[in-house]
């Protein structure tokens, strides 16, 4: 059993930068397919990006492209979101994911991940 913990939420005005981490415990960190998928209120969890587990292969929505990027550290088990030029509408609770299954570390566009953490909210303001 994989157990997620986000953190490095917070309120930042558009324009700005934050930086949120994942840290896994339980399993091994380096097998697993990890992203980040993003909720805003009244709409569907969205991917927003995700990365194979030596991090050479990311994918990215395009409504993050240029703007975000996802990594990690598999030493550290943790992997990060840097999110740059923050909009309004990345307003949401960013969730980070993990998963075993092969066919995620195929296919980095699939969204059915077994692990989740809690949950973090970023909000920016206008």
């Known amino acids: 059993q994989v157990q997620l913990v986000e953190s490095g939420g917070g309120l930042v005005q558009a324009g700005g930068s934050l930086r949120l981490s994942c840290t896994a415990s339980?399993?091994?960190?380096?097998?697993?397919?990890m992203a980040w998928f993003r909720q805003a209120p009244g709409k569907e969890r969205d991917l927003v990006a995700s990365?194979?587990?030596?991090?050479?292969?990311?994918y990215y929505a395009d409504s993050v492209k240029g703007r975000f990027t996802i990594s990690r550290d598999n030493g550290q088990n943790t992997v990060y979101l840097q999110m740059s030029s923050l909009k309004p509408e990345d307003t949401a609770v960013y969730y980070c994911a993990a998963d075993l299954d092969y066919l995620i570390a195929y296919d980095l566009t699939n969204t059915d991940y077994d692990y989740w953490g809690q949950g973090s909210q970023v909000t920016v303001s206008s």
């Open positions: 990365i194979n587990w030596n991090g050479e292969r990311t």
């Open positions: 339980g399993g091994t960190f380096s097998t697993y397919t």
